[in-house]
């Protein structure tokens, strides 16, 4: 069973840039449809950005795009969310997520908080 643990959050100002990091243990990455998830608060968890089954391309939700960036770094078994030009309404708890084969996310990470200041 594949444990995440995601790092990298923190407190930035409007404007500014964090990486979010999702380290995998007990399975790799590879082997996983990957994403990333957030749950602002008094919201409901909401869709990031997530890698295809093959790993080759990635999506995003619309809002998004051009201003995050989902990577990959097999060797170190490890997720990445660049995250640019952040905004206020990006504040949230960041969520890493593994899909079981049925396409399912069933593996979570424990989340890690972003907070964006005006």
């Known amino acids: 069973q594949v444990q995440l643990v995601e790092s990298g959050g923190g407190l930035v100002q409007a404007g500014g840039s964090l990486r979010l990091s999702c380290a995998a243990s007990?399975?790799?990455?590879?082997?996983?449809?990957m994403g990333w998830f957030r749950q602002a608060p008094g919201k409901e968890r909401e869709f990031v950005a997530a890698?295809?089954?093959?790993?080759?391309?990635?999506y995003y939700t619309d809002s998004l795009k051009g201003r995050f960036t989902i990577s990959r770094d097999n060797a170190k078994n490890t997720v990445y969310l660049q995250m640019n030009s952040l905004k206020p309404e990006d504040t949230a708890v960041y969520y890493c997520?593994?899909?079981?084969?049925?396409?399912?996310?069933?593996?979570w990470g424990q989340g890690t908080q972003v907070t964006v200041s005006s």
């Open positions: 997520a593994a899909a079981f084969p049925s396409g399912r996310y069933g593996y």
């Open positions: 007990g399975g790799t990455v590879s082997n996983y449809k």
């Open positions: 890698f295809n089954w093959s790993g080759s391309g990635s």
